[in-house]
């Protein structure tokens, strides 16, 4: 224990002390109380002293100057020290820990001026949008060594329950990779993030795909706001039209648009070519052409908000409440399948960089197969279909 730690459990005791009266029984050291004495130093000025055996190392603990302390006073306090002492309690243990392990509030602030500049735009624009709303307040008052597996479980519960089962499984997602760089940098020892192993709440399974009937009033309401929201309905239809991804059409600059097709210099999952049909090319051609390295998209609030804002209007005037965004990809994917396109040849109209994701696909075009096996099946049975032997 060091002199610092001596002074602050001295200093915590004497807050305590309530002034007595003076005793007048003085001894050098006590019998009754093993360590505690009075010392007399050369100028006749006495005081109470503690001595204690700690680390090894025995240690003259100044309690106070006797002129102002009473013995009784000095005793309790010294009793206190003993105790304190004899079950290791450190006060210096948090502040100590203060400048080791930062707060969960001082980590988050730390963790976004590293790790945002990595981060792409449409990345970063949503991750502060889950900063504010989820992430400054969730463990207030915490450092980051004393936030456990249960306080995690307990807090994606709660956020669930109040923002719906997405976002919290996208703001687990971000302080789960915050967690990470605590280990990395030394601020955790490894293997204790609290989020590793808290369960995500299941995605919706079943995409959701728009009828012809669906596509039309889509349609209809889109034509309907073309000239209050040309930008919102380009992007609506960009998105129907292509099957991109949001982030790949609001993040789309004018140098990346070439004749027929959508040069992105990165998306998900890299640099990748978009080929736009004769309608994606009309909806384009529509817009203000300007320099470059400008988005072809610009909007007087967050380009995020905007859309979210305008999809949730539009769906509900087209009568598709449950239709989320992304579904537009999923419908344009399974549009292609029931024209017969194969998987490799989707995965790469969607920008797929696994097969497997563009496999599930695969069940949609289970109908047409259905019918392709009874036109063959016709066809050959005609010829050798079964018939019955003729008796010799």
């Known amino acids: 224990m060091t002199s610092y730690d001596l002074k602050r459990i001295l200093a915590e005791e004497l807050a305590r002390v309530v002034p007595g009266d003076a005793g007048k ?24 002293v503690l001595q204690r055996t700690m680390g090894g190392k025995q240690r003259l603990i100044t309690i106070g100057d006797a002129a102002i302390l009473t013995e009784r006073i000095a005793k309790d306090v010294a ?11 450190n006060p210096a243990d948090k502040k ?41 307040h969730a463990f207030a008052g915490k450092f980051i060594d004393e936030i456990g597996h249960a306080d995690a479980v307990r807090w994606h519960a709660m956020l669930t329950r109040s923002a719906g089962p997405g976002a919290a499984n996208r703001a687990m997602e971000i302080l789960k990779a915050m967690f ?27 995409e959701r795909f728009l009828s012809q009937a669906e596509m039309a009033c889509l349609g209809d309401a889109l034509a309907r ?15 129907a039209l292509t099957g991109c991804r949001r982030g790949e059409i ?40 300007r320099r470059s390295h400008e988005r072809v998209f610009q909007f007087d609030v967050l380009p995020v ?59 949609l075009d289970d109908g047409h197969l259905l019918l392709m096996s009874d036109l063959i099946g016709s066809e050959i049975g005609g010829k050798i279909a079964f018939q019955p032997q003729s008796r010799q």
């Open 25 to 48: 029984r003085r001894t050098r050291f006590d019998y009754v109380l093993p360590g505690f004495g009075e010392r007399i130093h050369l100028s006749g000025r006495k005081s109470y």
């Open 79 to 89: 009793r206190r020290l003993i105790l304190r002492v004899e079950l290791g309690q």
């Open 96 to 136: 100590q820990r203060g400048k080791k392990t930062p707060t969960y509030a001082s980590f988050l602030r730390h963790y976004w001026e590293v790790a945002a500049p990595t981060w792409k735009p449409s990345t970063l624009e949503i991750h502060d949008i889950y900063r504010r709303t989820h992430l400054e």
């Open 180 to 206: 990470a760089k605590a280990e990395a940098w030394g601020y955790l020892p490894e293997h204790s993030n609290p989020f590793r192993g808290v369960k995500r709440n299941k995605g919706r399974k079943i």
């Open 225 to 239: 706001h073309r000239a209050a929201k040309p930008n919102e309905v380009a992007v609506i239809s960009l998105l």
């Open 250 to 289: 609001l993040d789309l600059t004018w140098g990346e648009v070439q004749g027929r097709k959508l040069k992105l210099t990165d998306s998900k999952t890299g640099p990748r070519v978009v080929w736009l049909g004769k309608e994606a090319r009309a909806v384009i051609d529509r817009l203000p052409r």
């Open 305 to 363: 908000s905007a859309i979210e804002w305008f999809w949730r209007m539009l769906r509900v005037e087209a009568g598709i409440e449950d239709v989320r965004l992304h579904d537009l990809r999923h419908n344009y994917a399974s549009l292609a399948v029931r024209s017969s396109e194969t998987l490799p040849m989707i995965g790469r109209l969607l920008g797929h960089s696994n097969s497997s994701t563009t496999a599930r696909y695969a069940h």
